[in-house]
């Protein structure tokens, strides 16, 4: 069996912590791992997994497969084509390798299943149906009516020769209201369409080719010229943004004569707003979540997210109240699904709040801008031990480098040397320079920039180790 992940939704409705550079995949919102972490825990002992990525998430990915020490392959998507072409390039590329009639096991990176035997069993009952032919989608049994998830309707009865409890599909239906959605419950019948399958390569490619060839033309041509880069996997750029976008229920499972579903009651929840959150997280004794430094009198039914500052409430009742280093948001229960109004509004402004935190994650470390002006930027840059920035130099600023712990090699000009605690250096505008930690710790740093235009985009990279030049 070959788990396939998909990595690149955006979670745009858990924001202010869910980003467009640092989405909630990559956030530890259940556990101490990550929910991408969490996604590949579930799968227990397995040698590879495939993860279809964003190429701005490439680095993300990467990191968090080495926390936990998991081989995985990486085929980084150019642009965002939806789910239906991201699962073509890992069926592909399991027939390239002689493995077409091996299993795919799709899943989402975002998902909270609370009961993972539950899981690992419905997996397993799976796997025969498809080896037989059958295109395969877990359905959740659902505990309440809900509007915003998408529905299964399975046939009255079970399919002939399945020797588990599984049914042909009957319908795929679009998110109800209110009242369709009780009738949906009451029915018996309808699941929660859980975005997780299971089939084999061959035949996932040859419904695809019969259903929309448009999409396998496409998803072939960007994979006939495989670029290895670094642990990456890059297909040909042009030929896949030529390539439609569509989901795999509209492509394939809605058109499939050979689609079945498996009821899995594991405690599914694809946290796609604050209050699905809310609902799966442990309370005190009024219903609260607290997380972080929050002090909480009088509040009820309400979670609160603390960040590096103190949180007070008092006399609130069904609030959500996240506080990050640069937003706070403030928000009822019954509105959250409108968040991805607030992030329209942040970016129709021309912030930058909704694309990244405050503090970056970069594959040698990470920055935090602590402090700016109209000429000047702060920064606190954490480099970790062997690793080393590009070489590069600025057209519009100089800065100063400041060594908090840590030892870190400076190459400025024709000169490299070390700087240690409480040393300093200067780095003069236009020169070519370049930071590495050679040391065993990480290297802590503070750094002062100076100039009249001080954007990201003012590096010109000459070298690279992460092939960003």
Same mark, same amino acid.
């Given at each position: ?53 964003? @190429?701005?998430?490439? $680095? ?111 319908? $795929? ?23 997780? $399958? ?109 960040? @590096? ?49 405050? @503090? ?110």
């Amino acid at each position: 069996m070959i788990p396939v992940i998909l990595s690149g939704g955006s979670g745009t409705r858990l924001w202010p912590l869910s980003r467009t550079q640092y989405p909630k995949q990559f956030l530890p919102l259940n556990s101490d791992l990550t929910m991408l972490q969490e996604t590949v825990a579930r799968l227990g002992d397995v040698s590879d997994v495939s993860i279809i990525c964003n @190429e701005e998430h490439r $680095f993300l990915v990467a990191e968090q497969m080495r926390q936990i020490k998991q081989a995985c392959s990486i085929f980084l998507e150019p642009v965002g084509r939806n789910t239906a072409p991201a699962i073509a390039l890992a069926a592909l590329d399991a027939i390239s390798k002689g493995n077409g009639g091996e299993c795919l096991l799709v899943l989402s990176s975002d998902h909270v299943i609370d009961q993972a035997e539950v899981f690992t069993k419905a997996v397993a009952q799976a796997e025969p149906l498809a080896k037989a032919g059958y295109l395969v989608t877990f359905g959740t049994v659902p505990t309440k009516p809900e509007t915003g998830y998408g529905y299964i309707k399975a046939a009255s009865t079970p399919l002939a020769g399945a020797e588990c409890d599984a049914y042909a599909v009957a319908d $795929f239906v679009e998110k109800p209201d209110a009242d369709t959605a009780q009738q949906y419950v009451d029915a018996g019948d309808y699941y929660w369409n859980s975005g997780m $399958f299971m089939f084999t390569a061959d035949r996932f490619i040859e419904e695809l080719g019969k259903h929309r060839p448009d999409i396998l033309s496409a998803c072939q041509k960007a994979m006939a010229t495989v670029t290895p880069d670094l642990d990456f996997i890059r297909v040909d750029k042009a030929a896949f943004e030529a390539c439609p976008d569509e989901s795999i229920d509209y492509a394939v499972m809605e058109k499939t004569d050979k689609a079945a579903v498996i009821p899995l009651d594991a405690g599914w929840s694809d946290v796609g707003s604050w209050s699905a959150l809310w609902e799966i997280k442990p309370k005190d004794e009024q219903g609260n979540v607290l997380q972080g430094d929050v002090i909480a009198e009088s509040t009820r039914n309400s979670m609160v997210v603390g960040g @590096e500052r103190l949180v007070t409430t008092l006399g609130v009742d069904d609030l959500i109240i996240v506080d990050t280093k640069d937003a706070i948001m403030v928000a009822h229960k019954d509105k959250v699904q409108d968040v991805k109004k607030l992030v329209a509004a942040v970016k129709a402004q021309g912030r930058n709040e909704h694309f990244q935190h405050r @503090e970056v994650y970069r594959p040698w470390g990470k920055y935090d801008s602590i402090d700016n002006g109209q000429r000047y930027q702060v920064k606190r840059i954490t480099v970790k031990p062997g690793e080393k920035l590009s070489v590069q130099m600025h057209h519009h600023r100089a800065e100063h480098w400041i060594v908090v712990s840590g030892t870190a090699s400076v190459t400025c000009g024709e000169k490299t040397f070390l700087v240690t605690e409480n040393q300093s250096t200067y780095i003069p505008l236009g020169e070519v320079h370049a930071l590495e930690n050679p040391g065993k710790v990480e290297l802590e740093m503070i750094e002062v920039q100076s100039g009249s235009y001080l954007g990201e985009d003012d590096i010109v990279r000459f070298k690279d180790n992460y092939g960003r030049a």
